[in-house]
């Protein structure tokens, strides 16, 4: 693959991250906006509790700068709600920073620094002077005051504002039950906005991406070939036991398989990118791309050397290379290339299909998922949590025992290769490589050879001749 063809796939794979991006955005907003809003428009805050025993509550400075400007009419912007209910008759205003630090000057006063789940943050400042009547400025932009819950509107403005809460009569001593509200006619165009970049990039990540994979028409050879061909599966999962590995290196390797961490993550978001591009062409022609089943074969093949030099296996101390095709190094990997995929099958192995592989290969990787419950002031709050993976259980066990013996125990090997094997025939289904459905079984072992076939076929057919057909790179 020339350096050119290369740059296209990390620049479109970065610009495919960031429409991702645009696109998640836009959708949250849309989102928000049908569920999170209350029936007039405004998105709310919960009550917090805010005290004193100073003069006055006030906010820390609202810059708004010069937006929105003459070109932005007020409220357009946002419309800002404040909700507060005290013990008494109170006085909730906003007011330009200036004239309202001039008012409270030499006033003893408790500035909101911080709102937080735990609370609100202060900053106490002194004074020794006693304040006039609130609602007798003439400064205040907006104002609210009276006994009972006292609501405050004020479309936002440019320059610099303080919202001040005191009691009626200027009093010292404030407690306060408060809430905040904005409301904002910009969210739907802005969602919109947002949306249409992140489909503009994502077609633009494409057209690099599928360039950037078309390769020449030369042959190049297999993981299978070199191996001796597939086991009972057409996903091939291989791994050489290393003899030598090191007590301790195994420590350090998250640090070592960085690089490869920032690569692969461009490499999978082509590979996201290009099996959407695939689906289609499975759909509309019952065949998938020979470029891209080659270039996405090769995305899973980095991710199982890495992942076998790393937390997946620790079956070596040889470094990963930095390449998509076939090399010796000490773990394979290969899918046998499909000369037809089954349109319907197509609509439904990722979502529906492979349910039952995602929640077994799930306790593999992520482990148990339990929901854990904590009582609180706020109420109820419920969590997701998640255990180890087998796997990374196994390898931890794997870890500690070259530590202290200086051997890995070949079964304890085997079986961790079972289970990745397995992860990996579920992730070639579900990406559309091969409409057979993955087994139910634990083929352990680090070679497919001595994998003996299941005693029923997964399909009707005979595959052979074209599972062991060398793979090209011809779209």
Known sequence: MSKGKIAAIIVGAFLGLVGLGFLLGGSGLLWANETQRSSDGFFTTEDIRLSTESYALTSADIDLGSRPGDWFPSGRLATVRLDVEGEGPLFIGIGPKDEVETYLDEVARTEVTRITDEGARYRELTGDASPTLPNDQTFWAATANGPGQQTLTWDLEKGSWMIVIMNEDASPGVIVDASAGARTDLLVPVAMALLAVGVILIIIALVLIVTGVRGSAEPVVTAASASGGFGPYPVLVEGNLDPNLSRWQWLFKW???????????????????????????????????????????????????????????????????????VTDYPARFDVAYPERLSRGLALVKTWLLAIPHYLIIGLFTSGVA????????????????????????LVLVAGVVLLFSGRYPQGLFDLVIGLNRWVFRVVAYAALMRDEYPPFRLDTGGSESGISPPDAPTSPGDDDAIERQPISTQL
């Open 370 to 393: 339990w929901w854990t419950t904590e009582i609180g002031d706020s109420g109820n709050e419920a969590a997701l949590q998640t255990g180890a993976g087998l796997i990374g259980a």
């Open 255 to 325: 640090l070592l398989v960085i690089p490869h961490f920032i690569v692969l993550a461009f490499l999978w978001t082509a590979f996201v990118l290009l099996t959407i591009v695939a689906w289609f062409f499975i759909i509309f022609t019952g065949r998938y791309p020979r470029s891209i089943f080659d270039f996405n074969v090769g995305v899973l093949r980095w991710s199982w050397r890495v992942g076998y030099y790393s937390y997946s296996a620790l079956g070596t101390d040889r470094y990963p290379p930095f390449t998509l095709a």
